[in-house]
């Protein structure tokens, strides 16, 4: 699995950059190595910390997109959202 990590209107430390790759490694019994994982973090103008997540797969695309207060709260929502949809879409 290879994590590609952008960020919008925010500067990604690499504090940020460790917790969204460590958060998202749990996933990667679901995926082939060569799988890529586009992940967006930005700050909106709200001042919420978002995070998008997008891994097209086979035909398919597996998107989350959270928002809160806390990036490390909205990279863990996002985690256990993308889990959920593939333990539900069988991929496990």
């Given at each position: 699995m290879r994590i590609t990590i952008s960020g919008k209107n925010l500067d990604i430390t690499e504090g940020l950059r460790?917790?969204?790759?460590?958060k998202l490694s749990r996933l990667e019994?679901?995926?082939?190595?060569?799988?890529?994982v586009n992940v967006t973090l930005s700050v909106t103008k709200k001042r919420y910390q978002k995070m998008e997540v997008t891994i097209p797969?086979?035909?398919?695309?597996?998107?989350a997109e959270?928002?809160?207060?806390?990036?490390?709260?909205?990279?863990d929502?996002?985690?256990?959202?993308?889990?959920?949809?593939?333990?539900?879409?069988?991929r496990n």
């Open positions: 460790s917790a969204v790759e460590e019994k679901y995926f082939t190595p060569d799988t890529i797969i086979k035909g398919h695309i597996i998107r959270q928002e809160s207060n806390d990036m490390y709260v909205t990279i929502l996002v985690e256990e959202i993308i889990e959920t949809q593939l333990k539900n879409t069988g």
